[in-house]
């Protein structure tokens, strides 16, 4: 149990410290009226309290990823941890914090739209249409995943019934003003979210079930084939959501643009982010110590098709009981619904951005919103696992990006540029290897091909990034 609390405290305690040093980077400043006092349309732009707006970007970026994706990282074993501990401190809440913080400033506006200021706009036309097809891909896992389960529960309701119910639920929440359905009712789904991880928390502190310890010993993998699926570069993929994730960035608008205060945003994206980490963290660890240490978690798992579904169910319901079960239903199928709602709510604010197409009519979201669903729909009809490891990697890769246009925004401030640099290297450097390396991909297995080929690209990257930002540091701040 050491570990696992030592993981926990650092978490914890990166908010405070950590935390604090980058909204000094950022330098917020609570004079400065934000989006939701200057451009209030009542329908994405308002005021919202402070608790409401953290609940409500923690559900927006959970959905199943600290569940689903901790549990199958924790196949690989206690080094999990680590990724989740140091990756949420320094990868994924730097990330979270510093791009709302970029979006913050340019009005709310959306993630592509942001991104160009700082690395062109190339690069931006690029990421207005990647960042739309990974919100519809999200959209569409968070339609199967929620569906998949709702059929096994009640097998009477076939799964395609569960879709088009679904789908009917996001039509409508995502037309309908930021404060109808979102602000009103994802708090409460979100603490039931931090509910569950909680009541799993004191399972875990009372001893009943050993969690894994970090030591020479058990630093290895742990997956049933190994070769199949290193530790490098397949862990960093399948841990997202739990240390960082590009998703993220393109939820940070919507939250952007309601919050009250530039020293609010400090809980609200650096705080959920350490939430997702500290739930992440939390269910892999109760993964490991119910299935009796990684092996087992391994073993039951391919038993059951691999299915994180099915161990949450089981989990909950013999660790916190029939309450465990209730919140379990809530994790993973209203968390998701509700990712996918926002995912699909992204991709409109993104079309309406680049178009310029004013969204305060109901017809003009209306016919911005149905093709969007239309495609999404079209994802569901494919399998499950094909879209879920596209979905994956597209998510790191759209987090690399993000991280090279905060590192170009430090430089061009005249901040510390280290903090989101390192970073940027190391996860284009894990989405380069995993193209090359993964089956899915271009399946190069020989690593003394597929490492200098990832290191040469993430050079190139680099190099690409130092450019810009020079190019950037010349400009004074408040000329862009």
Request: contains cysteine.
């Amino acid at each position: 149990m050491i570990t696992f609390i030592v993981c926990l405290t650092l978490l914890v305690t990166a908010y405070f410290t950590y935390g604090k040093y980058l909204e000094r980077q950022a330098g917020a400043d609570d004079s400065l009226p934000t989006p939701a006092f200057r451009m209030e349309d009542g329908v994405d732009y308002m005021k919202l309290p402070r608790w409401r707006v953290f609940l409500i970007q923690l559900l927006n970026i959970a959905g199943t990823g600290p569940i689903f994706g901790a549990i199958l990282g924790a196949c690989f074993g206690p080094v999990a941890f680590i990724w989740i501990t140091l990756g949420g401190i320094f990868f994924g809440a730097m990330h979270d914090y510093m791009s709302g913080m970029m979006i913050l400033r340019h009005d709310g506006k959306s993630l592509p739209e942001v991104i160009g200021v700082y690395l062109g706009q190339t690069t931006r036309s690029m990421v207005r249409y990647f960042s739309i097809a990974l919100l519809v891909l999200v959209g569409a896992v968070f339609i199967l995943s929620p569906a998949q389960l709702l059929s096994s529960l009640l097998p009477s309701i076939s799964q395609s019934v569960w879709i088009y119910l679904i789908l009917a639920y996001y039509v409508i929440a995502t037309m309908l003003p930021v404060d109808k359905v979102i602000g009103k009712i994802y708090p409460v789904f979100g603490v039931a979210l931090v509910a569950m991880a909680l009541g799993l928390l004191c399972v875990l502190l009372s001893g009943t079930y050993p969690i894994p310890e970090i030591s020479a010993a058990t630093l290895h993998n742990y997956q049933l084939n190994p070769e199949a699926l290193p530790i490098l570069p397949t862990l960093f993929i399948t841990i997202a959501c739990g240390a960082i994730s590009g998703f993220h960035a393109t939820q940070s608008p919507l939250m952007a643009r309601c919050v009250t205060s530039e020293r609010k945003c400090r809980s609200v994206f650096y705080g959920s982010m350490i939430s997702e980490s500290v739930i992440a963290l939390i269910w892999a660890a109760v993964a490991m110590a119910f299935f009796h240490g990684p092996t087992g978690l391994n073993e039951q798992l391919a038993e059951h098709g691999n299915n994180a579904a099915w161990a949450v169910d089981v989990i909950s319901r013999s660790t916190l009981g029939t309450v465990g079960a209730v919140l379990a239903l809530l994790g993973v199928v209203a968390a998701p619904i509700t990712s996918g709602d926002t995912a699909f709510r992204g991709a409109r604010l993104i079309v309406a951005d680049m178009f310029s197409y004013d969204q305060r009519r109901v017809l003009n979201r209306f016919l911005v919103c149905i093709p969007l669903f239309v495609v999404g729909y079209g994802i569901t009809l494919v399998d499950f696992d094909v879209v879920w490891r596209y979905f994956a990697w597209a998510n790191q890769t759209l987090a690399a990006v993000v991280l090279w246009s905060i590192y170009v925004w430090l430089v061009q401030r005249g901040k510390n540029y280290w903090i989101a640099l390192v970073p940027a290297i190391f996860m284009t450097f894990i989405d380069t290897f995993f193209v090359f390396y993964a089956p899915q991909f271009l399946g190069i297995e020989d690593r003394h091909i597929s490492l200098p080929l990832a290191g040469a690209i993430t050079l190139l990257f680099a190099y690409l990034a130092f450019r810009r930002a020079n190019v950037m540091k010349s400009l004074e701040p408040s000329s862009i």
